[in-house]
């Protein structure tokens, strides 16, 4: 092992933070929004960007390194960690309501980074035991079908009117938000009843994993009103809701407004690498397992996240995926910035057909 392959550990920055948030209180308790939209951007502009990539070599060597799955697999303990000392918090009642508004933040945007992010990795690697670990971190986030939408739907659809977490040229941050939440479920829906149609079952079957989701958050939030009472449970549904807008928010500034051509066959052109919003800010990409080399992901959907790579063609998001996202809230900011960049892209694009 080399000491780079450590430098993931960067991910756990947000869950320390979370735990010292919930250990001090006060105005800590929003310690883990400020680290995330505060202290992360600014280090994001002092660090800047890195646009080199892995040798041919290097590739081959780190692609096989277990420490890389390892240390995905350790926000599980995390996330569970947390979210047990948080309920052990709440049950005290020793808090002020901005206190517990503080707690409700910093869980839920942990939950977001540690939970559905590293989800969403997990569980486009093959074999049972990645994809059992993306479920159990996406539990708590009440957001289950986002394994099967992310990968059967929006991988497939992306950047087409088909796929909900395409955000539309010229469309609100607010407006995607409720529109992408809704319609990926019901996506997700579809794309399990097809498949268990192929086996003559009808759509409400117990066989559907929508519905088999839909049980086990069920269960988690009466298991949590059962041993904590039912505002824990609110609670825990409230930093559900935080890490799904936090999920929400990167899908809006990774695919704003740029879209896939349709060709005179109806079918739309294969998914390349500049198909996605990329950034290459150094700090963001570690804590986000290169989340933000969102434009290689998508190419390649089932490489390992530390061998991701810089395409010259990709369009890059002016600022870090933090800072993207505080631009995004405002929404005339965002598109005085992004709007010319889309159209220089649609321009460009052209040109070269």
Not at 80 to 95: A, C, H, P, Q, S
Not at 292 to 303: A, G, L, P, Q, V
């Amino acid at each position: 092992m080399k000491f780079r392959d450590f430098k993931y550990l960067a991910a756990y920055i947000l869950p320390i933070s979370t735990i010292a948030a919930l250990y001090l209180g006060a105005y800590w308790s929003f310690l883990t929004v400020i680290v995330a939209f505060g202290l992360i951007p600014v280090l994001e502009w002092i660090m800047g960007t890195d646009h080199k990539n892995l040798s041919e070599e290097d590739v081959n060597e780190t692609n096989q390194r277990l420490i890389f799955d390892i240390m995905l697999y350790l926000n599980i303990a995390w996330v569970y960690g947390i979210l047990t000392y948080f309920l052990f918090v709440v049950n005290t009642g020793n808090y002020t309501g901005a206190e517990l508004t503080g707690y409700i933040l910093s869980v839920g945007v942990m939950l977001g980074s540690n939970g559905i992010n590293v989800a969403h990795e997990l569980g486009h690697k093959p074999g049972k035991w990645p994809r059992i670990a993306a479920r159990i971190l996406l539990l708590p986030c009440l957001y289950m079908h986002f394994f099967i939408e992310h990968n059967l739907g929006h991988h497939k659809n992306v950047g087409t009117p088909r796929d909900p977490a395409t955000s539309r040229f010229g469309e609100h941050l607010y407006a995607f938000w409720w529109r992408s939440v809704t319609q990926s479920w019901i996506s997700a829906w579809k794309i399990e009843s097809r498949r268990i149609q192929k086996k003559s079952l009808g759509g409400w079957h117990p066989e559907n994993k929508i519905i088999q989701y839909a049980c086990w958050q069920m269960a988690y939030l009466i298991i949590i009103a059962a041993v904590s009472g039912i505002f824990a449970a609110l609670i825990c549904m409230l930093t559900a809701i935080v890490s799904i807008l936090l999920l929400e928010s990167i899908n809006y500034i990774e695919h704003y407004g740029l879209l896939r051509k349709k060709g005179t066959s109806g079918n739309y052109e294969p998914v390349q690498t500049f198909h996605s919003w990329n950034s290459d800010h150094v700090l963001g990409r570690m804590i986000l397992y290169e989340l933000t080399r969102h434009s290689d992901h998508h190419y390649k959907s089932n490489k390992k996240y530390q061998i991701l790579y810089y395409a010259d063609n990709s369009p890059q998001l002016p600022y870090g995926y933090p800072a993207s996202m505080l631009m995004a809230m405002v929404p005339p900011l965002w598109f005085t910035i992004m709007n010319p960049r889309v159209l220089a892209w649609a321009d460009q694009r052209t040109s070269q057909h």
